[in-house]
């Protein structure tokens, strides 16, 4: 993104978050969430899965941006 010319959180339109449901706990993505983006605002979904890609992996993360 700062490649870009944009910052990293106020840039973002879109987050989508997949998180698998075996590995991951609803009650700590607020702060997770919180911890990254502090008060931006932007579209965005979670998305509970029975896995992703690779085995090893418990959460992924597909962000737009746009300045």
Do not use: W
Not at 39 to 65: G, H, R
């Amino acid at each position: 993104m700062e490649h870009a010319g944009m910052k990293f959180p106020q840039d973002l339109v879109k987050v989508v978050v997949f998180m698998v449901r075996s590995k991951c706990s609803l009650k700590d993505y607020p702060e997770a969430r919180e911890e990254m983006m502090g008060d931006t605002v932007c579209a965005s979904s979670l998305i509970f899965v029975e896995s992703l890609a690779l085995e090893e992996m418990a959460v992924e993360i597909e962000a737009i941006a746009a300045n």
